[in-house]
Nanobody
Framework: QVQLVESGGGLVQPGGSLRLSCAAS????????MRWYRQGPGKERELVAF????????TYADSVKGRFTISRDNAKNTVYLQMNSLKPEDTAVYYC?????????WGQGTQVTVSS
């Protein structure tokens, strides 16, 4: 079965960096696009970044452009989200996601807290 397991979250000061990872299993990872979403306190879940199956295409939410970078290693079945210049408003639970056989799959999420 499809499994997505996020890691790498934590507490970081404003201006700091974190790298999130999402390990995927149960499907042919290299054939599917991947997405990172986040849900902040009292907010709806929002799309943060997208990467195509081969990694050549990426898109970002305006709020993170120039600060976040999504990448993937198809040999390791892992997608990453490098987050730089973090702001308090980036505080959220971050989820990786894929659409497999017309169904959305989500990981359990990893908490990112940006605070001094």
């Amino acid at each position: 079965q499809v499994q997505l397991v996020e890691s790498g979250g934590g507490l970081v000061q404003p201006g700091g960096s974190l790298r999130l990872s999402c390990a995927a299993s149960g499907f042919t990872f290299s054939s599917y696009f991947m997405r990172w979403y986040r849900q902040g306190p009292g907010k709806e879940r929002e799309l943060v970044a997208f990467i195509s199956s081969g990694g050549g295409g990426t898109t970002y939410a305006d709020s993170v452009k120039g600060r976040f970078t999504i990448s993937r290693d198809n040999a390791k079945n892992t997608v990453y989200l490098q987050m730089n210049s973090l702001k308090p408003e980036d505080t959220a639970v971050y989820y990786c996601n894929t659409l497999y056989r017309s169904r959305n799959y989500w990981g359990q999420g990893t908490q990112v807290t940006v605070s001094s």
